[in-house]
């Protein structure tokens, strides 16, 4: 009989936390083996560049990210005693850098303290300068464009490639918010504006989240894992979707055991170390999932704090269509989605009656379809022009907002209802909070000030409620001082398994108003380094 074999590494999820820890592990000599639930979407049968009348429904039913969400991901889970949140879990090799916007800002020294500024939530384990060279390395690692505009809310790195031109009405809302004293800086983005790594600039397309199909936009399938597979120590397993980690005697983890999604056999294999990245919800779903005697309430959940503490970030935004750019000849504005971005603000008027803040992303909505002619009133010749006159004039602008992490909003597992492979399904519980409401409502009021001192036809949309996460949830698995509180040192390692990792978003102790990505890579990165070490000495 042919003996199974045991790996060093076993990397659940292949997304922007597993590329990382799987490349830096492979190229530390490590034996590592990935899961991916999903299968390879090749570059070229991305459907970026089909107009919308070549897709069956016009592009309104999300076709071409469809081949992203493979067998029932987007159906195997409830939201039960919740407000209007939603979270997007995908089934494809690179998760969700095949279609991310990839805005990458680092967090702020006052993101990872915000019980000493603000007297909420919890202080990180860790602090900006100790994850700060970090960041550094990631970001020459991925190849990021953007530029240092010197404010202290969004830290600059040394090594940005250049920033990407601005459109028309991004010099007309500079304008605006320039007298405002509001800042409005370059956008930093996983985004090539020359070619770096082997790989090709951006051609300015508009389509970063349906996916690159020229890797320009980094890509964890395209910039990783391909240099992990040049070392030879890399074994990949795509359609291979996690049920349970796997335990010994002592309550270590020694393997894993998954389902085929072709097959639907249940296979195993084993690894003298675990780490999970398979995203906020699917982590804490898998590590609740994981029950045995040694674990009874699942993984690493003695103290009942895997599946707490989920959050995210609060949205709403505006569409704007300038009067000034009104009925001008057509011109290709598509870029790049996002040009420009505007950093939290709200921290220098003051002491707020609520922590936090948000930040305004630009532009990031697609050119191709003129969203107002939803919103106007009128048929016929009349109707058609006054689109075509409006379309030029569109600029719109995205809030991302801090959402507090408090216990009760968690992930559960229903046992007595499983997906397709026979696996329980996770269970979202969520409510935003008093602190939530009063910084949303507030967000509302900053976006209506900047467009007061635009001139145009305003369109907002912020509902009656905030809304989220958009992509960006994190924290059920959370890393922390308090063993209490928390499940995870600051090296990501779980306190009562130390051969277990978990890397993506839900290591998060608290959020900010920034995007998770980069601060998810940087994790990664140090607990790959910590992983590297603690082997050499023989500790893991």
């Known amino acids: ?239 291979a979707l996690a049920r349970e980690i796997l335990v010994d005697r002592e309550g270590l983890a020694r393997g894993v055991s998954f389902v085929d999604a072709q097959s639907k056999l249940e296979q195993e294999i084993k690894a003298r170390v675990v780490v999970v990245c398979c995203a906020t919800v699917e982590s804490a779903r898998l590590l609740l999932n994981s029950r045995s005697p040694q674990h009874p309430r699942g993984l690493a959940n003695s103290n009942g704090v895997v599946g707490r503490y989920l959050h995210g970030h609060l949205g709403g935004g505006v569409d704007i269509y300038l009067k000034e750019l009104e009925g001008v000849s057509p011109f290709n504005q598509d870029g790049a989605t996002d040009h420009v971005y505007i950093p939290r603000y709200n921290h220098l008027a003051g002491k707020k009656d609520y922590a936090g803040g948000w930040g305004f992303q630009v532009n990031f909505s697609s050119y191709m379809f003129p969203h107002h002619a939803l919103r106007l009133g009128g048929y016929g010749t009349a109707y058609k022009e ?60 900053g976006l209506m000030e900047i467009c007061s001192n635009l001139k145009g036809e305003v369109f907002p949309d912020f509902g009656e409620a905030p809304g989220g996460f958009a992509s960006h949830e994190v924290g059920t698995i959370r890393m922390g001082k308090n063993p209490k509180t928390s499940v995870l040192n600051s090296f990501c390692q779980a306190r009562e398994v130390k051969n277990l990792f978990v890397t993506d978003g839900s290591c998060f102790t608290s959020s900010s108003e920034k995007n998770p990505t980069l601060t998810i890579m940087a994790l990664s990165l140090r607990a790959a380094d910590y992983i590297r070490e603690q082997r050499r000495k023989g500790d893991l």
């Open 1 to 239: 009989m042919r003996q199974t074999p045991i790996y060093d590494v076993c990397v659940i999820g292949s997304g922007a936390a597993g590329g990382v820890i799987a490349k830096e592990l492979c190229e530390g000599g490590a034996k590592v083996i990935m899961l991916e639930a999903g299968r390879e979407v090749p570059l070229g049968k991305f459907l970026s560049h089909k107009w919308p009348y070549e897709l069956p429904y016009r592009g309104l039913r999300g076709e071409k990210q469809a081949p992203f969400y493979q067998g029932g991901v987007s159906t195997s889970i409830r939201y039960e005693d919740c407000d209007a949140v939603s979270v997007d879990r995908i089934r494809v090799l690179g998760g969700r850098t095949v279609h991310w916007n990839a805005v990458v800002l680092r967090y702020a020294e006052r993101d990872f303290r915000g019980w000493s500024m603000d007297g909420i939530e919890e202080d990180w384990p860790l602090t900006y300068q100790q994850l700060a060279p970090y960041y550094e390395r990631i970001e020459q690692m991925i190849g990021v464009c953007g530029q240092d505009d010197g404010l202290e809310i969004v830290p600059a790195g040394k090594h940005y490639l250049p920033p990407l031109p601005w459109r028309c009405s991004e010099h007309i809302l500079h304008r605006a918010t320039k007298s405002m004293g509001i800042p409005l800086i370059s956008v930093r983005k996983a985004v090539l504006t020359t070619v770096y790594d082997s790989r090709p600039p951006c051609h300015y397309c508009g389509h970063c989240m349906s996916g690159c199909d020229v890797g320009a936009l980094f890509n964890s399938a395209v910039a990783m894992l391909p240099k992990a597979q040049r070392t030879g120590n890399f074994t990949l397993r795509q359609n």
């Open 386 to 445: 006054r689109v075509r006159k409006m379309q030029p004039g569109y600029l719109m602008l995205g809030a991302f907002g801090k959402v507090e992490a408090h216990p009760e909003n968690c992930v559960s597992v229903d046992p007595h209802k499983a997906d397709e492979y026979g696996i329980p399904i996770p269970v979202v519980h969520f409510r935003f909070g008093k602190n939530d409401f009063a910084l949303w409502s507030d967000k509302n009021r």
